[in-house]
């Protein structure tokens, strides 16, 4: 199982940024997905999940109507839009699937992580 991400890069306060994590050896559509980041100095968190166990969509407050979790099943991929940038969302970010059906949201029921790709906000 692979989850390669990419897309991150330095983007000035206000702009947009696209992830994107290609999934291979698993089906995204089955499982609990989600996007989680990690900013210097601190603990990882999670930004977004969508769970296989009520389909329910979970974002973190901090990024609610500015960040955008997307799966293309045909694909078999999962994208992020972050839009409406700010300084504070400067981490490395993740994308992680589990690999048991009909779990909930939350690091410790990911089963793969991709590499992360690092998102710099600054002007």
């Known amino acids: 199982v692979q989850l390669q991400a990419s897309g991150g890069g330095l983007v000035r306060p206000g702009g947009s940024l696209r992830l994107s994590c290609a999934a291979s050896?698993?089906?995204?559509?089955?499982?609990?997905i989600g996007w989680f980041r990690q900013a210097p100095g601190k603990e990882l968190e999670g930004i977004v999940c969508?769970?296989?166990?009520?389909?329910?969509?979970e974002y973190l407050d901090s990024v609610k109507g500015r960040f955008t979790i997307f799966r293309n099943n045909t694909k078999n991929t999962m994208s992020l839009q972050m839009n409406s940038l700010k300084p504070e969302d400067t981490a490395v970010y993740y994308c992680?699937?589990?690999?048991?059906?009909?779990?909930?949201?939350?690091?410790?029921?990911?089963?793969?992580w991709g590499k992360g790709t690092l998102v710099t906000v600054s002007s």
């Open positions: 992680a699937t589990a690999a048991s059906s009909g779990t909930s949201c939350g690091r410790y029921y990911m089963d793969y």
């Open positions: 050896g698993i089906t995204l559509d089955y499982y609990t």
């Open positions: 969508i769970s296989s166990s009520d389909g329910r969509t």
